[in-house]
């Protein structure tokens, strides 16, 4: 127990109330710059465009907690394409909970759900949009693997957060420049976007990334640890040289001015 805990407990709590950052210390985590940074932000929208292991899953998690700690009443959802992926990020949120000493008593602590004493609930659920459209009055949706999630699945969860003015997290490695995933990091929707490539990260040597790059190929490696978004393996023209096919710049031909 640390002086602050013994003498002024209520005062520790108002910090980690405000800044989630202590959260991640009182269990023994050291956030790297990136991960305080989102921890910390106010940012109603979020993309985290991350390598493969660099902890987003983590921060998700404890920001999961954080939000169920401190906001009171709040329903956090915990979305992936398959029901598995959604446990996984469960899982990193219970252990969060119960590092922390489960300092708001559980009502319900299953494999699927935590309902806290506060009314606050962290739910994990599988991809598929028939079984989501429920839920409403979300606080805070952390989408795992969001370049594997469909447009028709993210659409129908994103009017969850009208009333709530709640909070989006995605989070996901590229895959291929395709879907919504990959047009929100093009366009000029209001995000605070992250791009994290492996490079950026002290914990994975250059020989490990020198041996995948070799074994993975250029295509997998770029996506996997340089978070570039890459042509479909089987599109036969690239992007680029597709949308430079439709520009303004060129006057359309017609019959009459052939005859000018």
Request: hydrophobic share 40%; proline share 6%; charged share 25%.
């Amino acid at each position: 127990m640390t002086t602050l805990e013994a003498t002024n407990p209520l005062a520790l709590d108002l910090a980690r109330a405000l800044d989630p950052v202590t959260l991640a210390n009182k269990i023994g985590l050291e956030p790297e710059p990136w991960q305080e940074q989102v921890l910390r932000s106010r940012y109603p929208r979020i993309l985290l465009n991350c390598h493969r292991q660099a902890g987003k899953s983590t921060i998700a998690g404890l920001l999961a907690v954080h939000v169920a700690l401190y906001q009171p009443g709040s329903l956090i959802l915990l979305l992936s394409p398959a029901q598995r992926q959604s446990q996984e990020l469960f899982k990193k949120a219970i252990h969060a909970y119960r590092a922390l000493g489960r300092p708001v008593p559980p009502e319900t602590e299953n494999r699927l759900a935590l309902e806290l004493e506060n009314g606050s609930r962290i739910v994990s659920l599988p991809g598929q949009e028939a079984t989501v459209r429920s839920f409403s009055n979300v606080r805070l949706l952390v989408v795992d693997e969001a370049a594997r999630v469909p447009d028709e699945l993210y659409f129908s969860v994103r009017p969850m957060l009208a009333v709530s003015k709640g909070r989006l997290v995605a989070m996901s490695t590229p895959f291929g420049r395709r879907g919504w995933w990959y047009d929100a990091h093009r366009g000029e929707a209001e995000w605070e976007r992250y791009e994290i490539p492996a490079t950026d990260c002290s914990r994975i040597s250059q020989a490990f990334l020198d041996e995948e790059k070799a074994t993975l190929g250029e295509w997998w490696f770029n996506q996997e640890y340089l978070c570039e978004f890459m042509d479909a393996a089987t599109s036969a023209f690239a992007l680029e040289d597709i949308e430079r096919m439709f520009t303004e710049e060129v006057e359309p031909w017609t019959l009459s001015s052939a005859w000018t």
